[in-house]
């Protein structure tokens, strides 16, 4: 019951709104629910998440940069590209999928606020505890004095080392508790400023999306359909995207065949979906035919996942 046949995008559709759901949810997550297989593409997979960005990241800064996340899954792409500043439109064909990325994006962001709560905190109760010392020092002639003695014994020698002419006691103090104010400030500000946007997730199939965007990134998602219609897929990203695709796809060389074949002799629980290996010649060829080149190439093996990355540009 679990095959996906034909490669007909509504077979797609229904199977990652249901058992694919719950098998890849699992796949994708980090709970221990997942057996050895699953584990293992848990792990191929999230090399190949780490990879992307790399690559991504080796051109510079994403901060601010467009991207389209096609076939989003349940946004282990998405929400790390968000992170590292990236305007993030990811989308999917699965509604289920797109109501766990969203809810995984909102549990970050919930992360990310609990972050700045923290800082603020920290901040306010360091400012509080310098003041109250300030008060008591000013007040109690004794501690006033046994402070500014030892602050003044530190500086001086913090001064004597950096040879430059001691300041006052008194002096110091305020100075001490003026710069760590600013630092503390700085940090804060720097924790608002770095504030992450989610990704905008919505339902909709990679085939009915527009725009333009800096980059696109569709990945695992071409294994679901045969060379005839992931022609017309690559020929779609690419026209969405100004200055980089990528795609990530099960090569199809003898060996994978070979495997892939004697795999299918055995029907079991781990083989959940119809697979379709792609010989990076013919999306090589793919591209061409729409004017894009590959600049990029990279190889994601484990035992169960195998992945070709690449990485195309106009050409
Ligand atoms: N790209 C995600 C990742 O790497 O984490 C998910 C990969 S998962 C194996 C394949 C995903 O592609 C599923 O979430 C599925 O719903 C989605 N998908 C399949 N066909 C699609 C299509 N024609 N348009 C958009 N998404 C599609």
């Known amino acids: 019951a679990e095959e996906v046949g034909g490669g007909d995008k509504e077979v797609v559709r229904e199977y990652f709104n249901n058992s694919g759901f719950q098998r890849w949810r699992k796949i994708y997550g980090e709970t221990d629910e997942v057996n050895r297989v699953q584990k293992d593409i848990r792990l191929g997979h999230s090399q190949t998440v780490e990879n992307v960005l790399k690559m991504l990241k080796d051109e510079g800064s994403l901060e601010g940069v467009s991207v389209c996340d096609a076939g989003c899954g349940t946004g282990c792409l998405a929400i790390p590209l968000a992170k590292e500043g990236a305007a993030v439109y990811a989308s999917d064909i699965s ?8 809810k995984q994006g909102s549990e970050c962001s919930g992360e990310f606020l609990l972050d700045n709560i923290m800082v603020l905190l920290m901040v306010r109760t360091v400012a509080g505890v310098a003041s109250a010392i300030m008060v008591v020092a000013l007040l109690h002639a ?5 402070l500014l003695e030892s602050l003044w014994s530190i500086w001086v020698n913090f001064e004597s080392s950096l040879s430059k002419p001691a300041m006052a006691g008194r002096e110091t103090l305020v100075t001490c508790t003026y710069t760590c104010t600013v630092m503390a400030k700085e940090q804060l500000q720097a924790g608002s400023e770095k504030e992450v946007v989610m990704p905008k997730f919505e339902v909709k199939d990679l085939e009915s999306l527009n725009g333009k965007y800096d980059t696109v990134v569709c990945l695992d998602v071409l294994i679901h359909y045969p060379q005839s219609k992931a022609d017309g897929m ?26 892939k074949r004697v795999g299918e002799l055995f029907p079991g ?33 484990t035992q169960f996942y195998f992945a070709r990355l690449i990485e195309a540009i106009p050409a």
Do not use: C, Q
């Open 142 to 146: 004794e501690l006033k004095r046994f």
């Open 269 to 301: 629980p781990s083989k959940a979906t119809r697979a379709y290996l792609h010989a990076e010649a013919d999306v090589e060829r793919a591209l061409k035919k729409v004017g894009w080149k590959i600049r990029k190439r990279g190889l994601i093996t």
């Open 234 to 259: 690559i020929a779609h990203l690419a026209s969405l995207a100004e200055n980089r695709l990528l795609l990530s796809f099960a090569p199809k060389t003898f060996y994978y065949d070979l495997l």
């Open 95 to 102: 509604a289920a999928m797109v109501a766990e990325a969203e």
